[in-house]
């Protein structure tokens, strides 16, 4: 099994609809992160988390929310779906330490038409 | 703010050969962390090898290995002996010191020709 988890792996979605997108690692990282894809423009932070008490927008969190539903879990809503949030979403997890690598999900991607 | 850019789109190699992927960042920071991150056509990023700023030596693993040159803020990859597994994409990050923030190159796609 992933370390990992994300789901929906793909999702095709109408503008204006309510989406939510999960998250789930099994690594007992304290530390957790939601990133966005885009072709040319490489991965960018939406959101992270430090604890389920601790959230932190990155930058580029206008239009997005989140929730550290427990230390394992990190969800991530577009509360109204518009085309130009289409793309690949990444969720990964890290532990506390400074060294720690970044463990990704498998991606979920999202098509809003 | 920090950037990284990696300048080649898209790089060929025939397999067994050796390619070199480019990336340079710019940053004001002295301690700060460098990656090399794959993309395989499953989606999933992997991490394929790390670099600490303050470490002079370069990082290897196995057939993956960095000139880091840290005056030049100059950060590539080579790959030896270039297996058909390797195709993918490859992107290069930057992460400072103590900021959770990690700020990624636009990536470049690696085709292996058999």
């Known amino acids: 099994d992933a370390d990992v988890t994300q789901t929906p792996r793909n999702r095709i979605t109408k503008t204006g609809k309510r989406i939510m997108l999960e998250c789930s690692q099994t690594k007992g990282h304290d530390r957790m992160y939601w990133y966005r894809q885009d072709p040319g423009l490489g991965l960018r932070l939406i959101y992270y988390s430090f604890d389920v008490k601790d959230i932190n927008k990155g930058e580029i969190s206008d239009g997005y929310s989140v929730s550290r539903q427990a230390q394992a879990k990190f969800s991530l809503s577009l509360e109204s779906a518009i085309p130009n949030q289409t793309a690949l979403y990444f969720c990964?997890?890290?532990?506390?330490?400074?060294?720690?690598?970044?463990?990704f999900g498998e991606g979920s991607r999202l098509t809003v038409l | 703010a920090q950037t990284v850019t990696q300048s080649q789109p898209e790089m060929s190699v025939q397999e067994a050969e050796t390619v070199t992927l480019s990336c340079t960042y710019d940053?004001?920071?002295?301690?700060?962390?460098l990656f090399w991150y794959k993309q395989p056509p499953s989606r999933q990023m992997i991490l394929v090898i790390r670099?600490?700023?303050?470490?002079?030596q370069n990082a290897t693993e196995n057939r993956f290995s960095v000139n880091f040159q840290k005056a030049a803020k100059s950060f590539s990859l080579k790959i030896s002996d270039s297996q058909l597994g390797d195709a993918a994409m490859y992107f290069c990050a930057y992460r400072h010191f103590g900021n959770e923030k990690l700020t990624f190159g636009t990536g470049t796609r690696l085709t292996i020709i058999p």
């Open positions: 940053t004001s920071e002295s301690d700060y962390y």
């Open positions: 670099q600490e700023a303050y470490k002079q």
């Open positions: 990964a997890s890290k532990s506390s330490a400074n060294t720690g690598e970044l463990f």
